[in-house]
Nanobody, 130 residues
Framework: EVQLVESGGVLVQAGGSLRLSCTTS????????MGWFRQAPGKEREAVSC????????IYKDSVKGRFIISSDNAKNTVYLQMNSLKVEDTAVYYC???????????????????????WGKGIPVTVSS
């Protein structure tokens, strides 16, 4: 059974930091492109960042560049999202996702890549207060 379980989301003040974790099982982690998406109330789900777990290459949405860092621990089948200098507009439910359909490339965060994910976590809320 495939599982993606997110953890680490809480309420934080603007300017603060959080680290999200996504622990996975049931598939060959190293073969997949892993990513983080978010969905704010009334908005579409959008890609925030992705990582090619075998090569370690990463891509970020423009609005989080320089603030968020995605990483993976292949031995633990886990992907992380370190979020620094958080802003109120970062408030959303954050989802972990895995795919074999697309590579982590600029298109992952530019286009509607949510349609190309194979597996999803259930999501975890992150609230940034002013």
């Amino acid at each position: 059974e495939v599982q993606l379980v997110e953890s680490g989301g809480v309420l934080v003040q603007a300017g603060g930091s959080l680290r999200l974790s996504c622990t996975t099982s049931g598939f060959t982690f190293d073969d997949y492109t892993m990513g983080w998406f978010r969905q704010a109330p009334g908005k579409e789900r959008e890609a925030v960042s992705c990582i090619n777990t075998s090569a370690g290459s990463t891509i970020y949405k423009d609005s989080v560049k320089g603030r968020f860092i995605i990483s993976s621990d292949n031995a633990k089948n886990t992907v992380y999202l370190q979020m620094n200098s958080l802003k109120v507009e970062d408030t959303a439910v954050y989802y972990c996702a895995a795919t074999l359909q697309i590579y982590c490339s600029p298109g992952y965060v530019k286009y509607n890549s949510a349609m190309s994910m194979d597996y999803w976590g259930k999501g975890i809320p992150v609230t940034v207060s002013s």
